[in-house]
């Protein structure tokens, strides 16, 4: 990093957490008792600050990493300060905390960035911060900067996993993934994603090895015809079949895969991988949860994706492989057939963007959910086009943790796209500085409307006498 680059940097920093706390401010004086999933965290944490440790409310789906963390925080800050009463591991004391992971997750965003494109000397200074600047303030996460959410954490430490295993820190990276599963059990699958990164890394120099002997160059592994899949795939399938190669990737991973079989005990032990109320959260192949990721994506990266190159390269894809397409077609109208669920929380609770969305879109009509199929596959050809940059063994890794992260959830939350979204977002590509500048003056109007009507546009149900307010 040079100078110029430090100070734009450390500036961009600073100015972000100025106007975060004039946010948090702001949102502490008009919401100043727990919110929404609030109501249970914070007297959970409130009771792990009293040294209640074996006190757990049944309703709270997660392990108890960001309670313990808030007590290691402000049980010595509150020593040091001399704070005493009811300030101590209070409603605003305990959101703070998320603020705090929120500066930590841009630093980590920017570093990411830094290494992920280490090798582009094309990329300057500025389009780092700028690009960095963008996805710390990335709307879903940064609304729940403000509420005392799991989610900074859960990013804070999957993020930091994910920065280790890149430098080659697999120890530390597989700690860190524990700790991020400690926040949220269903990010293990990214611990598996930094395994995955580790593997992928080591099949592309094998697979680059085997062309150069062959000195076939019509073959790459960064190529998507289906003849290069199919000598792919065989490629894989031989090569882990050899006992020695599959030694090798266990000397390579062995960190990752200590930390899934403890996961995998704990399931055992736990009798699933929900520790509290279970009803709620039932495991299914919802399949249908990939297209609404692939048009979550396409909306908070329309830069990327929707552009009219990118449709007319689309449009030339279609007529030149009008079978294959016309084969995903099918495919996907039976997924959405066979595998769509509507959870009771997405049609009752009208505080929510996805209660509106299914609402306006969904139940509009029987047939809305086939006919959004071209947008789709679209969706998932441009997806996979920005992405062609990275080798086919990574993108098969990445494809198969966003499977598990999002496939066997019912419900419709957005909050479940964060980080497939994320470390998508950091593998892809830099824009043009116009571009990146549309980027981020969009998600800087989604953050506005979004806190304008959390803040001033409350209402009540009516058999209820509470305040509600329209969040994520």
């Known amino acids: 990093m040079g100078r110029s680059e430090a100070y ?25 008792g727990p919110y929404m999933d609030e109501v249970f965290h914070v007297p959970q944490a409130q009771a792990y600050c009293q040294g209640r440790f074996l006190q757990w409310d049944p309703m ?92 900074p954490g859960s990013v804070f430490f999957t993020l930091f996993a994910y920065l280790m295993c890149l430098y080659g820190n697999h120890k530390t990276s597989a700690l860190l993934g524990f700790c991020g599963f400690m926040f949220r059990q269903t990010n293990i699958v990214w611990t598996v994603f930094c395994a995955g990164n580790v593997v992928a890394e080591k099949l592309n120099e ?15 592994s960064r190529k998507g015809s289906f003849s290069d899949l199919t000598r792919i795939l065989q490629f894989l399938v031989e090569y882990l ?30 009798g699933g991988i929900v520790v509290g109320d279970r009803s709620s959260h039932e495991a299914c192949f919802h399949f249908p949860q990939l297209f609404y990721f692939l048009s979550f994506t396409v909306f908070f990266s329309f830069p990327h994706l929707l552009t009219p190159t990118k449709i007319r390269k689309f449009l030339l894809s279609v007529r030149k492989h009008p079978v294959q397409y016309s084969l995903i077609t ?32 969904f139940q509009r009509h029987e047939l809305v959910k086939y006919v959004l199929v071209p947008f789709y596959i679209f969706a998932g050809w441009s997806f996979a086009d920005t992405l062609k940059s990275k080798s086919i063994f990574w993108i098969l890794m990445y494809f198969i943790c966003l499977v598990a992260a999002t496939v066997p959830q019912k419900l419709l939350e957005f909050r479940y796209f964060i ?54």
């Open 206 to 220: 094998v697979w680059k090895t085997e062309l150069q002997k062959k000195k076939d160059e019509k073959i790459s």
């Open 60 to 151: 709270i789906t997660t392990l108890p990493g960001l309670y313990l963390l808030s007590v290691g925080v402000v049980k010595p800050a509150a020593w040091l300060l001399g704070w005493t009463g009811s300030v101590v591991c209070s409603v605003g004391m305990l959101r703070f905390i998320n603020l705090l992971f929120s500066a930590g997750n841009f630093y980590l965003l920017y570093l990411l960035l830094f290494k992920i494109h280490q090798k582009n000397k094309a990329v300057s200074g500025f389009q780092r911060i700028l690009s960095t600047l963008t996805l710390a303030i990335f709307p879903t996460l940064y609304f729940f900067t403000f509420l005392y959410y799991t989610d």
């Open 419 to 472: 980080l497939p979204f994320l470390i998508y977002r950091l593998n892809i590509p830099f824009l043009s500085l116009y571009r990146q500048l549309l980027e981020l003056v969009f998600y800087i109007l989604v953050n506005t409307v979004t806190f304008y009507l959390f803040l001033n546009r409350t209402f009540q149900w009516e058999n209820s006498d509470e305040v509600q307010r329209f969040m994520w």
């Open 241 to 270: 079949i050899l006992p020695k190669n599959l030694v090798t990737l266990i000397a390579l991973t062995w960190p990752y895969i200590i930390l899934v079989s403890l996961f995998f005990v704990f399931v055992f032990i736990n």
């Open 330 to 361: 099918v495919i996907s109208l039976f997924l959405i057939w066979k595998f769509t669920y509507v959870h009771k929380y997405l049609l009752a609770d009208n505080r929510h963007y996805t209660f509106y969305v299914w609402r306006k879109v």
């Open 8 to 32: 734009g940097f450390s500036g961009a920093v600073s100015g972000a957490f100025l106007l975060s706390c004039l946010l948090f401010a702001a949102i502490s004086r008009r919401q100043r």
